[in-house]
């Protein structure tokens, strides 16, 4: 059996099995709550076939760069173009897709200065077209909900994948179902599933008491769950790591640096790392670190209190509400990759992620509350002198600075903290000024800031 298509031409065939990550388990089919039927744990997805056929790692690297140059659609996806090392599809056609991944490689020299670290780079998942590395994973499993024949897909939310997949679901002629927690979402992210017309649902509730309800609900109805339990997803997540390694012509960079929510996105880069080392695609692993909120650091206390071996949950508490999950689902698979590829986990404050994300800022990149924990978190690990000042690091952005503007316009207006939390970060605030429509008013203040 061909396991992958070296033409350009063509869709790459991986077949693949589900896997059970607790008993080691492997099925044909998935459940719709996506656990094992044996011992109820996550599944993951295998691709048994590249034992005997491995796929050439020259020839992979060849026929990626090769479809760049290609105008077909699938190709012109930055998650598709890496079909070879994903669930096989049978035909191009049933891909949905909104050409999502190629997202940028960006140097951060100023943030560089501040952490010391002058190889410190940005890989900006939220240049995908919603706005955040969720569209990676969901064009894949968007694309299988469909070839499963679903009507319905849905998802629980701190708003991000509530996006992504009502985008997905339109674009492939699906009707969606939002749970988001009431309150707790910003506005930027709910009126993208509104627009993209999802029936959304705000529940009194948090991001766990939704994620809880949906898995009921998928139990019992014919609606196909789009969360990061979902295995199909994380294969989707993977190809963040085949680009940036392709952007970095291969020379694997020595941290990778993520933020740290339901664990999804983390599990899905270490599983793409390790993968490449199976395929020689690279000889050595980066180590992956994890970053989570200080109010919100289930994985933290996980690995320190219970030494990986049971979760500790927590009431989940910041205002970067994307990663406002106190009882992450995929903590499993981030304990094994974590140590699999010698990351860190770290948690920072609110006072460290305000900080971080208007540094990111001002690099005039932007990010969302979210994606900064990663520069914030890297500033400790260098602290700790678990990354060196020699290193090359790339922190993940998630998402896009418009994502949370409340977020950013508070802050600016210095009215996040009070008092002394604020006062520390006055040399970063720009403050929008109110004036008269005049001539001098302009050039005075103008003036004052020359
Ligand atoms: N950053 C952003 C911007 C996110 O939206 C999320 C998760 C994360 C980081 C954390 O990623 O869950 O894979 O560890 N957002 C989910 C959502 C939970 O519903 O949009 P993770």
């Known amino acids: 059996m061909a396991v992958v298509s070296s033409s350009v031409e063509g869709v790459g065939q991986s077949s693949f099995r589900f896997r059970c990550i607790a008993c080691g388990g492997l099925s044909d089919a998935a459940g719709q709550d996506f656990r094992c039927g044996k011992c109820g744990d996550l599944l993951e997805i295998t691709y048994p076939a590249w034992k005997e056929t491995q796929p050439d790692a020259a020839t992979l690297r060849s026929a990626w760069k090769g479809r760049k140059l290609s105008s077909k659609p699938v190709d012109q996806s930055g998650v598709w173009r890496f079909r070879d090392l994903l669930p096989a599809i049978e035909d191009e056609n049933q891909v949905i897709s909104l050409r999502e991944g190629s997202t940028p490689l960006y140097e951060l020299p100023q943030c560089a200065r501040i952490t010391g670290v002058p190889r410190l780079f940005a890989k900006h998942q939220g240049m995908n077209p919603t706005g955040s590395f969720k569209d990676a994973g969901m064009t894949v499993a968007a694309t299988f909900a469909r070839r499963a024949g679903f009507r319905w897909v849905a998802c629980a939310s701190t708003g991000n994948t509530s996006a992504s997949m009502a985008a997905y679901a339109a674009r492939g002629g699906m009707r969606g179902l939002v749970l988001v927690p009431e309150g707790k979402i910003s506005w930027s992210k709910l009126s993208q599933a509104l627009d993209y017309g999802a029936v959304t649902c705000q529940l009194r509730t948090d991001f766990d008491g939704c994620l809880r309800l949906l898995q009921d609900l998928v139990r019992q109805s014919p609606v196909y769950q789009l969360n990061s339990i979902n295995p199909f997803r994380l294969e989707g997540q993977k190809t963040l790591a085949f680009e940036l390694l392709e952007q970095l012509d291969w020379n694997a960079p020595d941290h990778i640096i993520v933020p740290g929510g339901n664990l999804g996105n983390s599990s899905a880069i270490g599983k793409a790392l390790l993968e490449m080392r199976e395929l020689s695609l690279i000889t050595r692993l980066p180590k992956l670190s994890v970053i989570q909120a200080a109010g919100a650091n289930a994985l933290v206390r996980t690995l320190r209190e219970a030494a990986g071996k049971r979760l500790i949950s927590v009431p989940a508490e910041t205002r970067a509400t ?101 006062t520390a970060l006055e040399g970063l605030r720009h403050a929008p000024i109110l004036l008269d429509a005049s001539l001098d008013a302009v050039m005075r203040t103008l003036e004052q800031f020359n």
Do not use: Y
């Open 322 to 422: 994307a990663i406002r999950i106190g009882n992450p689902a995929s903590w499993k698979k981030a304990a094994h990759v974590l140590e699999a590829t010698g990351g860190a986990c770290e948690q920072v404050s609110e006072v460290e992620i305000a900080q971080a994300k208007a540094e990111i800022g001002a690099e005039g990149i932007g990010c969302e509350p979210a994606s900064a924990v990663t520069l914030a978190g890297l500033k400790k690990l260098v602290a700790q002198g678990f990354v060196n000042p020699t290193d090359t690091v790339v922190l993940v952005l998630t998402g896009h600075l418009l994502k949370d503007p409340d977020f950013t316009i508070e802050f600016h207006r210095g009215q996040m903290f009070g008092g002394d939390g604020d």
